[in-house]
């Protein structure tokens, strides 16, 4: 069944590779596939062309915004690229949507696709993700339905978001400043216009809000990161004999060159000490090393429990991770740098510089810390009080806001 499925899929996608960008686009594709068997470099590039030709940031068309109700129900457009497993910012942004929907609004998802994927392809994997979905799933490409507020999730679906003619305030969730994802050049310049588009952001952490609105004068509120305690917690009686690492060769800001190296150095002086890596498979590290892969929450809150430390490395905006490390006592090791002090504000979180040599020290001061069990104690009580609901809130409030300006 599953194999007739692949099939049926890769069958639509042609289909609308063809109505959309013509033979040669399905044979430039084919030969990029040929090209990637044999070690070449080779992309689908990552926003529709037409998409950007179309956005004339330096002339908007005006945008209508429909009056709220007498009940004060939203009717909200959320423009995404289709959810990966893993994701934290399609978790994050869903977690929003939900919180929307439990209070009576209405939300709507609109996938923005460049591989040619329909939404019925993408819908199946996105209801068993997030069952607590309700809205319903559709491509953006074939146009948006008025709504009251209209939020691009990512610097590609902006440009679909800025171009749609259907009504609704635009707003923008920005989760990380996306330019530097890239080289300097015509993708980061490209992500980078987007925050010129006029929307109104809304953000991970003060960090980004700042940044936009010091750079590029966009409107900008944010939201303090939550931590789902259900999930990650502190389990009593479980021994620690580790550290671990959220390694992702896939997303170059998480800097898994750095990581890798700081723990073959820790290795060295701790051969005592496991080694768990999760994110992607990896391959081995020595005899005390446990490569986990891509793990569900449930299996991550173990290993948490089993390690001292975590090192999350980011070179950007803070990932979710040192959160979810800290409900579970295990200490994170991050690498010190205005966006992760400003977000993460937390006594526990160690910094130390972007170097093998002191990221594998700061990971040996916390595995010979005194008393861990009592440190780890207070670490896990320290964020249980951070419930995602203050996130959902806060943009509820904002929305009603700017809705009413």
């Known amino acids: 069944m599953r194999v007739v499925q692949q099939l049926r899929r890769r ?13 040669r686009q399905v044979g430039a594709r084919a030969l990029g596939r040929a090209a990637r068997r044999f070690g070449a470099e080779a992309e689908v590039f990552p926003v529709r062309l037409e998409d950007v030709r179309a956005a004339d940031i330096g002339a908007p068309r005006p945008v209508v915004v429909p009056p709220l109700p007498a009940d004060g129900r939203m009717t909200v457009n959320w423009v995404s690229t289709p ?5 934290g910012g399609h978790t994050t942004m869903f977690r929003l949507i939900e919180h929307l929907e439990s209070l009576g609004h209405t939300c709507r998802l609109y996938l923005y696709d460049v591989y040619g994927s329909r939404a019925a392809d993408h819908e199946p994997v996105i209801r068993a993700a997030f069952p607590r979905f309700r809205g319903p799933v559709h491509d953006v490409a074939d146009g948006m339905a008025d709504a009251h507020a209209v939020f691009a999730t990512a610097w590609m679906t902006a440009y679909p978001v800025f171009n749609d003619p259907c009504a609704g305030r635009r707003f923008y969730l920005v989760q990380d400043y996306e330019p530097w994802f890239f080289p ?8 980078e216009n987007t925050y010129r588009m006029g929307f109104h952001g ?3 952490g003060r960090f980004l809000a700042e940044k936009l609105r010091a750079e590029t004068r966009m409107a900008a509120d944010s939201f303090d990161f939550g931590c789902d305690a259900d999930r990650y917690h502190l389990r009593e009686g479980v021994p620690r004999d580790g550290v671990v690492f959220y390694a992702r060769r896939l997303a170059p800001r998480r800097a898994i060159e750095i990581g890798l190296l700081a723990l073959e150095i820790f290795a060295e002086r701790h051969p005592e000490i496991a080694i768990h890596t999760y994110g992607e498979k990896i391959g081995s590290l020595g005899p005390r090393h446990v490569d986990h892969g891509l793990v569900t929450p449930d299996r991550l809150n ?6 001292y430390a975590g090192l999350t490395l980011s070179m950007t905006n803070v990932s979710l991770v040192p959160h979810e490390m800290l409900a579970a006592g295990c200490l994170p090791v991050v690498n010190d740098a205005e966006h992760n002090r400003v977000v993460l504000d937390n006594d526990h979180v160690r910094y130390a510089p972007a170097t093998p040599h002191d990221l594998a020290r700061a990971l040996s001061e916390v595995v010979t810390l005194p008393d861990f069990g009592a440190v780890a104690q207070a670490a896990s009580a320290g964020v249980s009080g951070r419930s995602w609901d203050a996130a959902g809130h806060e943009l509820e409030k904002v929305l009603r806001r700017e809705l009413s300006a």
């Open 11 to 23: 069958a639509h996608q042609v289909t609308r590779i063809v109505r959309d960008q013509g033979v």
């Open 83 to 87: 959810p990966s497993p893993g994701s």
């Open 184 to 191: 300097v050049g015509g993708l980061s310049a490209l992500a």
């Open 202 to 204: 809304f953000t991970a």
């Open 302 to 307: 173990e290993i948490y429990n089993r390690c």
